[in-house]
Structure formats: C-alpha cells, structure tokens
C-alpha cells in the first residue's frame, strides 16, 4: 500500500509477475491495472489488515488503465529449458 498524490508516478516492476511464453518469438504484451476501493478482500496472504491502511484503500479513487501494446522478443537463449 502507497500513497500517490496527484501528478505523482510509482514504477510497479516488483509486482508483476514474469511473462510466461512458449518459446522464442515475438509477442505483443500489455499491462491491465484495477483499483477498486469498493472490492471486498477475503484474504489476507501478507498477515492482518492494518485498519488505518484500509480506510485509505476505502477512500482511493478507483481507476482502470491499460498500457499500451508493447512487442518484445525472446530469443533462444532467453529461454529457461523445462
């Protein structure tokens, strides 16, 4: 949890997950981004909710962006073998 003020940025690289391809070759990614304050949380995988935290979270203005196509290419050596 963070808060971002208006006209601020946060990267967000540490949160996404690996892309997970077949092999070498081209391929056309994007990333798809939700807030919804509104959700109810039924885990809670990184312990207890803090109470203060998720009153922030309750007041956050909700959002739903989409990056850009992006291609990237994988190469042979890129590769892990399974």
């Given at each position: 949890?963070?808060?971002?003020?208006?006209n601020?940025e946060?990267?967000?690289?540490?949160w996404?997950?690996?892309?997970?391809?077949?092999?070498?070759?081209?391929?056309?990614?994007l990333l798809?981004y939700?807030?919804?304050p509104?959700l109810?949380?039924?885990?809670?995988?990184?312990?207890?909710?803090?109470?203060?935290t998720?009153?922030?979270?309750?007041?956050s203005?909700?959002?739903?962006?989409v990056?850009?196509?992006?291609?990237?290419?994988?190469?042979?050596?890129?590769?892990?073998?399974?």
């Amino acid at each position: 949890m963070f808060k971002l003020d208006p006209n601020m940025e946060r990267g967000l690289s540490n949160w996404i997950p690996p892309i997970v391809v077949d092999g070498p070759g081209k391929y056309v990614v994007l990333l798809h981004y939700v807030n919804n304050p509104h959700l109810r949380w039924t885990g809670e995988p990184l312990g207890t909710h803090d109470a203060a935290t998720m009153a922030l979270v309750t007041k956050s203005s909700p959002c739903d962006a989409v990056s850009g196509p992006m291609e990237i290419e994988v190469q042979a050596t890129d590769v892990k073998a399974k």
